[in-house]
C-alpha cells in the first residue's frame, strides 16, 4: 500500500498535469486587471480598417447598396453569434452597422467576445459608442478598439455619420452638433444621408438642450434616417415631422434586426425576425 | 496618478516591515507581517506586492497588495490596492524534509483603482439604478495551491511559497450568469506568485 504522502503527492502530479493541459489549451492568458487594455492586431482600428473594406467593394451611385442596422449587444453572446451566422446565409448585405452598447461593462473582455462573433461576418462591420461603453475604463477601450467617436464614411451615393449621443458619460458635452452641422453641410453632394448614434434624440440621456436643435438639423439637412439603438426595442417614429424618421432597433437579445435598402434616392427598410 | 498619492502608499505599505530587522520570533509587533507576496497577473495588477499576516497556523492569510498594469495598449498605467483573505481548508502535506504542499487556497480580494474615471459613486444626473455597480471597486476570487520550501541558510526569511491560482471577477461573472454560452475558460485566468515568510 501506498503511504499517505505518496498518494497525496501522486494525486497532486495527476492533477497538476491536467491542470496545465487545461490551461495551455484554453486559458493562455494571465489577466493583469479587468480594466486592463491588451490588444491583437486585428482588434485595433476596427472601424477605419473596416471602412477601408466598405470603400473597397466599390459600390457606384447606381448600385443596389443593403446594409443591416443592429444594436444593444451587451453580453447577450448566444443571440449575437446566432444573428451574426443568420446575416452570414444571406449574399445581398454590404455591411452592418452596430449602434451602440456592444458592452455591459466597457471591459476590453467583453469587447474582445463581441469583436470575436462579428469579425467572422462575410461583410464589414462599423460600430458607434454606446453608454455602456464609455464607462469603467471603457471610453479607453473603444477608442483603441475601434477609433474616434464621432466619423463618417460614404458609400455609393449615400453618406453614413456615427455620433457619440451619450451625453451623461461624456459630462454632458456630447453630442456634438457642431461637429454633425458641418458633416450634413459637407454631404449635399450625396443623395442619401444616415445618422447614426446610440441615444436616440427624444431619450432624456440626449440631453434636452440637445434634442430640439437636432431636430432642426435632421429637417434642414433633409436627413434620411436618424437610427438608433439604447431602449432595446423595435421603435419607428416622426418625432420631428413628417421629413424625418426616427428609427430605433431592438437589441440583438430580441434575435431581430433591420435590413435597409438603398436604391438611387429611395431608401426602404425591413424588419427582420430571427 | 500624482507622485504625492504614490510615495504616500508606498510609505504605508512599507511601515510593517520596520520592526523585522528585529528578532523574528519572539517579540514581533502586532502590525509586522508574517510574510510578504509577490504575485503576477490574477487581476490585482500585472505586478503586485504588499504584506501577509497568517492566522491559525496560517490557514488564515489576509494580504494588502499594491499593483499596477502598465499601459500596453491603453492611454493610462493603472494602480491599484487589494484588500484580500484567503482560506486554506485542508492542512499542509509533508513531501519530504524540504518541501510541503497545500493542495488547496481559496481566496476573496477588494480592488480600489486609483482613477478618475472610475468613480465610488454615480453622478446624481443619471436616472436611478442606470448603472448599478461601483467601478472603482472590483472583487476578485480564485482558487490555487501552494508549494512550500524550508529555507534554512537565510536569518530572514524562513521559508519560501510558490503559489498558482485560478481566478476570475465579479463582472465577468455577472456575464457568465446572464449568457450560458460563456464556458469557464472564457471567465477564468492565472496568475502565479511567490511569497517570502519571516
Known amino acids: 500500500m ?32 479587468p480594466y486592463e487594455i491588451r490588444l491583437s492586431e486585428d482588434e485595433k482600428n476596427i ?45 445581398d448585405i454590404d455591411f452592418v452597422l452596430i449602434g451602440g452598447d456592444l458592452t455591459d461593462f466597457g471591459l476590453t473582455k467583453e469587447f474582445k467576445l463581441v469583436h470575436e462573433d462579428f469579425k467572422t461576418l462575410k461583410v464589414p462591420y462599423v460600430a458607434v459608442v454606446g453608454n ?29 455619420i456615427l455620433l457619440n449621443t451619450n451625453y451623461l458619460e461624456f459630462d454632458k458635452q456630447v453630442p456634438n452638433l457642431d461637429w454633425l452641422e458641418a458633416e450634413l453641410q459637407a454631404s449635399e453632394g450625396y443623395e442619401n ?24 438639423l435632421m429637417n434642414q439637412y433633409n436627413v434620411n434616417f436618424s437610427l438608433h439603438g439604447h431602449n432595446h426595442n423595435y421603435k419607428y417614429h416622426f418625432p420631428f415631422g413628417e421629413e424625418v424618421p426616427v428609427l430605433e432597433t431592438a437589441a440583438t437579445e430580441k434575435l431581430e434586426y433591420i435590413v435597409f435598402t438603398v436604391i438611387g434616392g429611395e431608401v426602404s427598410f425591413k424588419r427582420v425576425l430571427i | 496618478m500624482s507622485i504625492r498619492l504614490l510615495v504616500t502608499m508606498a510609505y504605508l505599505l512599507s511601515l510593517p516591515f520596520y520592526t523585522l530587522g528585529q528578532d523574528s520570533t519572539a517579540t514581533r509587533k502586532w502590525y509586522a507581517p508574517d510574510a510578504i507576496t509577490l504575485q ?12 501577509n499576516y497568517s492566522f491559525a497556523e496560517d490557514k488564515v492569510n489576509a494580504e494588502l497588495l499594491y499593483g499596477f498594469v502598465p499601459k500596453l495598449d491603453a492611454e493610462e498605467v493603472l494602480h491599484l490596492l487589494t ?3 484567503i482560506y486554506k481548508p485542508i492542512r499542509r502535506v509533508e513531501l519530504n524534509d524540504k518541501y510541503k504542499v497545500t493542495p488547496l487556497r481559496m481566496n476573496l480580494g477588494l480592488s480600489y483603482y ?22 472603482s471597486l472590483r472583487i476578485t476570487g480564485g482558487l490555487g495551491a501552494e508549494l512550500h520550501r524550508k529555507v534554512s541558510n537565510s536569518r530572514s526569511i524562513k521559508e519560501l ?15 457568465a450568469v446572464k449568457d450560458p454560452t460563456l464556458t469557464a475558460w472564457d471567465i477564468l485566468s492565472f496568475a502565479l506568485g511567490v511569497r517570502a515568510g519571516f
Open chain 1, 47 to 91: 472601424n477605419s480598417r473596416n471602412i477601408a473594406r466598405i470603400n473597397a467593394l466599390n459600390i457606384s451611385p447606381t448600385d443596389t447598396l443593403r446594409f443591416v442596422l443592429t444594436a444593444d449587444t451587451q453580453g447577450f453572446y448566444e443571440e449575437n453569434e446566432k444573428l451574426v451566422s443568420h446575416i452570414s446565409q444571406r449574399d
Open chain 1, 132 to 160: 455602456h461603453d464609455a464607462i469603467n475604463n471603457g471610453k479607453q477601450v473603444f477608442t483603441a478598439m475601434y477609433g474616434d467617436y464621432d466619423i463618417s464614411f460614404a458609400v455609393g451615393n449615400s453618406n453614413f
Open chain 1, 193 to 216: 444621408v444616415f445618422v447614426i448614434s446610440h441615444i436616440p434624440p427624444t431619450n432624456r440621456e440626449f440631453g434636452e438642450e440637445n434634442g430640439v436643435r437636432y431636430g432642426q
Open chain 2, 114 to 135: 486609483f482613477r478618475d474615471q472610475f468613480s465610488t459613486s454615480w453622478d446624481s444626473s443619471y436616472p436611478k439604478n442606470y448603472y448599478w455597480w461601483t467601478s
Open chain 2, 161 to 175: 511559497t510558490l503559489y498558482g491560482e485560478l481566478g476570475t471577477y465579479d463582472l465577468i461573472v455577472t456575464s
Open chain 2, 40 to 51: 503576477f497577473a490574477g487581476n490585482v495588477g500585472m505586478f503586485a506586492v504588499g504584506p
Open chain 2, 83 to 85: 484588500i484580500r483573505g
Open chain 1, 2 to 33: 501506498l503511504t499517505r504522502t505518496k498518494w497525496y503527492s501522486r494525486m497532486l502530479m495527476a492533477a497538476g498535469i491536467l491542470l496545465l493541459a487545461l490551461v495551455g489549451q484554453a486559458c493562455e492568458e494571465f489577466e493583469y486587471s
